[in-house]
């Protein structure tokens, strides 16, 4: 049986692939990232280790519900860890890819330099 993170993996959401795309510059440029790393008892959506940057694109299921209050404790178990937690909507990355890519090379600029 596929383990959680290997579902994720092998199931993106739209906003995911095109976020992976978005950071293919930074990818060739030596920032390692992982696509659904676990961590704990959760699931990265990205995770650059070295600079320890954590990329989340939250649906609307965060939003809702429990969605934030979970939200809430993952944050303050990965802050925990030491990883910076940078969270973009699904709109945010169809819509502002420029200001997603802006953001993240902002976090990473302010981590480690290269995995």
């Keep these: 049986m596929a383990t959680r993170a290997q579902r994720l993996r ?3 959401t739209a906003a995911e692939m095109r976020f992976w795309r978005l950071i293919e510059q930074l990818r060739l440029g030596g920032y390692h990232f ?6 704990g008892p959760y699931v990265a959506d990205f995770a650059c280790h070295h600079a320890r ?5 939250d649906g609307d299921s965060h939003f809702i ?3 934030p ?13 030491g990883y910076a937690i940078l969270r973009f909507t699904n709109l945010d990355v169809m819509t502002n890819p420029d200001g997603v890519y802006a953001a993240v090379v902002s976090a990473l600029s302010k981590g480690s330099s290269h995995d």
């Design 65 to 67: 519900g429990t969605g």
């Design 53 to 57: 940057l954590i990329v989340e694109i």
């Design 69 to 81: 209050a979970r939200d809430a404790r993952r944050t303050a178990f990965l802050e925990g860890e």
């Design 10 to 12: 092998k199931n993106p």
């Design 34 to 39: 992982r696509k659904q790393c676990p961590i």
